[in-house]
């Protein structure tokens, strides 16, 4: 994005910050606040305000981070919390991105970003990301850092420049009073597409769970994810990707309204399934089958499964810009987020339904307790059944290289 364009974007999104006189005592340099004690660094917080920018597409994500952390966040610590929604975690990256650019090394508009992936390795590369901090964080202590799935971003070392918020899986759902037995496979999808013409369609990338379904028809082209792994390969790519593009055109003309136009985001995906157009859906976080059904949306007899070849899976995070004012303000918020408490309340399938970043057996026995007494209901597949055939993330680059590939080879041909 040109820098202009950062400009007018950075105008555009300052109108929806709050900032407050008290904030301006947060402003203690990163490399100092590691030094301190929790206790400092939480009365340095004390009257600041934290501008966390994430994903802002789900009412009962936002309710749950405006109201249960925000209230919470509030009354412990005297933090406010403001929430800025975006429709595409790039928007974040590309305003730190213009600001440092432009000069602004110590006074950011914005203090955190929900993020992974592609956007985590453009912040770490250029330099944008605030590090070398978690250990700082009490509750760092119930995160497992040997695990790779957690130390490693979409194979990027986090080496504590983030911390994690929530595990997720990708899952597709069917109505199973008319559709009793779904494809349980990438093979016998692409199969039953051309059995029930009109029946499924994806976004179109870059949207995030189309770019994720397309991935997934990758690995299968490739014949398996593990021969993907590492960094990018372009004579690797180009060999999968001719077989990728190839298998998408032909079933192209299969797909809902012979695939002349996709879907532009997730959300009319499922307005598609909600309305019988289709008959599957997917989503990268399957408690949304669950909150779809409750809220009305979806029909009671909605079921999710994931696939006997495997679905993909990753770890999302919060990171704080390299330039954030209110450094101290966000730290306290991110070890809030890694809370055993916080992490059981968006676990409640009746509040989100997102699995934990954190190792329960490390949190308290009442909080061990509260996670047993979890109950998913029947339209969502449990983590546990995910878990047996998770693929990994491929690195960034392979990312950004398909869904450049899938624009120009399949919604442009």
């Given amino acids: 994005m040109p820098l202009s364009r950062r400009t007018h974007l950075?105008?555009?999104?300052?109108?929806?910050?709050?900032?407050?006189?008290?904030?301006?005592?947060?402003?203690?340099?990163?490399?100092?606040l590691t030094g301190m004690s929790w206790d400092e660094i939480t009365q340095m917080a004390k009257g600041g305000t934290v501008n966390w920018f994430m994903w802002g597409g789900a009412d009962n994500i936002n309710s749950y981070v405006s109201d249960t952390i925000g209230a919470q966040l509030l009354a412990e610590y005297g933090v406010t919390l403001n929430r800025v929604g975006i429709s595409d975690t790039a928007e974040a990256v590309n305003i730190v991105l213009g600001e440092k650019e432009a000069?602004?090394?110590?006074?950011?508009?914005?203090?955190?970003?929900?993020?992974?992936?592609?956007?985590?390795?453009?912040?770490?590369?250029?330099?944008?990301?605030?590090?070398?901090?978690?250990?700082?964080?009490?509750?760092?202590?119930?995160?497992?850092?040997?695990?790779?799935?957690?130390?490693?971003?979409?194979?990027?070392?986090?080496?504590?420049?983030?911390?994690?918020?929530?595990?997720?899986?990708?899952?597709?759902?069917?109505?199973?009073?008319?559709t009793p037995e779904p494809p349980r496979s990438i093979a016998e999808l692409l199969t039953w597409i051309k059995a029930n013409?009109?029946?499924?369609?994806?976004?179109?990338?870059?949207?995030?769970?189309?770019?994720?379904?397309?991935?997934?028809?990758?690995?299968?082209?490739?014949?398996?994810?593990?021969?993907?792994?590492?960094p990018f390969d372009q004579a690797r790519f180009d060999e999968v990707a001719a077989k990728t593009w190839a298998i998408l055109n032909e079933i192209e003309p299969y797909l809902w309204r012979e695939g002349q136009t996709y879907p532009s985001t997730i959300t009319q995906l499922n307005e598609l399934f909600a309305n019988g157009e289709v008959a599957l859906t997917f989503d990268y976080d399957a408690s949304q089958f669950g909150l779809a059904v409750q809220d009305g949306r979806f029909p009671e007899t909605t079921r999710s499964f994931g696939l006997t070849d495997g679905t993909i899976g990753n770890t999302n995070y919060t990171v704080i810009p390299f330039n954030s004012p209110n450094k101290a303000a966000a730290l306290v918020l991110q070890n809030l987020l890694l809370s055993g408490e916080a992490q059981f309340a968006k676990a409640d399938p009746a509040v989100w339904g997102a699995s934990p970043a954190i190792e329960i057996a490390r949190t308290s026995p009442q909080i061990q307790a509260q996670f047993a007494t979890i109950v998913l209901p029947p339209s969502v597949v449990s983590a546990e059944e995910l878990g047996k055939n998770a693929l990994p993330e491929l690195q960034a680059g392979w990312i950004s290289a398909i869904e450049k590939g899938w624009t120009a080879n399949v919604a442009q041909k």
């Fill in 103 to 178: 000069g602004v090394l110590d006074a950011g508009s914005i203090d955190m970003i929900w993020i992974n992936g592609e956007n985590f390795r453009t912040m770490k590369q250029a330099d944008l990301a605030y590090c070398g901090y978690t250990d700082v964080l009490p509750n760092n202590a119930l995160v497992n850092w040997d695990n790779p799935a957690i130390a490693n971003d979409f194979g990027m070392p986090v080496l504590g420049c983030e911390v994690p918020w929530s595990k997720a899986q990708f899952a597709f759902a069917y109505d199973s009073a008319k």
């Fill in 10 to 32: 950075i105008a555009a999104l300052a109108l929806s910050l709050t900032f407050s006189p008290a904030a301006q005592a947060d402003t203690a340099d990163g490399a100092a």
């Fill in 197 to 230: 013409p009109g029946q499924f369609t994806y976004p179109a990338a870059p949207d995030f769970n189309g770019a994720v379904f397309v991935r997934h028809v990758f690995y299968h082209a490739a014949g398996g994810a593990e021969t993907l792994m590492g």
